[in-house]
């Protein structure tokens, strides 16, 4: 198992129980700030509001210490497919607090998150309350399932783990974009998801790194100095009898 998805059943879904206990405060954190949630397709929200996204995702991309990913998802670019839903937070003057856009998908009546930015010095609480009041906006538009997207599997230092879950767990310490998995996981569980594995299959242990590298150019181009330490620690730990390299 690689990573698991964090689906949310839109009839369903409330603000009710200890466990939602923080989206009920964000919630209401941005109504007593008069914040306004909208909803549009991708054009029509770069129509209206392009320099705003471009700012709000330049400035979250900077707290990142890290470039726009390259892969098939997580760009601005995707914001003028017209079937894309982009959600709006806009506080005072229409300042654009934070945004996230939704993909289709089609075949389970669903849409999954795809971007999700906000400015460092928004409301605190805009991004749990922007999800929410999307999870109405899906509901309202007959859509049944949410998903809030994959979270990197969380595996502890000092659990006993085979070859795979230490190449696993090098990768996700070596890379800037994995070391947040457990902020992540903890994010999607404050909507208490169903969560729905997923898994990587591999010819066999020996083409794990090169597999696991190829992920990486895909996502985080061009290859990093810490990629190159994952991809010599990757076939060290892969290989029997082999001490695991130290980074630099």
């Known amino acids: 198992m690689l990573r698991s998805q964090a689906l949310i059943q839109t009839k369903s879904f409330d603000l009710q129980g200890n466990a939602r206990h923080d989206l009920r405060y964000a919630v209401k954190r941005c109504d007593n700030e008069g914040l306004r949630f909208s909803f549009m ?3 029509d929200a770069l129509a209206a509001h392009s320099q705003q996204l471009r700012e709000v995702s330049g400035t979250w991309l900077q707290t990142r210490r890290g470039p726009e990913l390259s ?22 003057s229409d300042r654009l607090e934070a945004f996230v856009s939704w993909l289709p ?25 922007l999800i929410v009041h999307s999870i109405d906006e899906a509901k309202r538009q007959g859509i ?21 879950d230490r190449a696993l767990r090098t990768m996700y310490w070596g890379l800037d ?3 947040r998995s457990r902020t992540l996981q903890h994010f999607k569980a404050k909507f208490t998801p169903r969560w729905e594995d997923r898994y990587l299959a591999v010819p066999g242990a020996s083409t ?3 597999v696991l590298i190829a992920l990486v150019r895909a996502h985080l181009p061009p290859l990093s100095a810490a990629t190159v330490w994952v991809r010599s620690a990757l076939g060290s730990l892969l290989r029997p009898g082999s001490a695991k390299p130290s980074p630099a």
């Open 41 to 43: 397709p991708g054009p």
């Open 71 to 92: 892969y098939s998802l997580g760009t601005l670019s995707t914001l003028t497919d017209p079937d894309i839903i982009v959600g709006l937070a806009l506080g005072a």
């Open 105 to 129: 998908v089609p075949a389970r009546r669903g849409w999954t998150l795809d971007l999700m930015r906000r400015r460092p010095d928004g409301t605190y609480g805009v991004m749990e309350a």
């Open 144 to 164: 049944e399932e949410a998903s809030l997207g994959v979270a990197p599997r969380v595996i502890p230092a000092g659990e006993s783990s085979s070859s795979t």
């Open 177 to 179: 974009r994995f070391q």
């Open 208 to 210: 794990l790194p090169e």
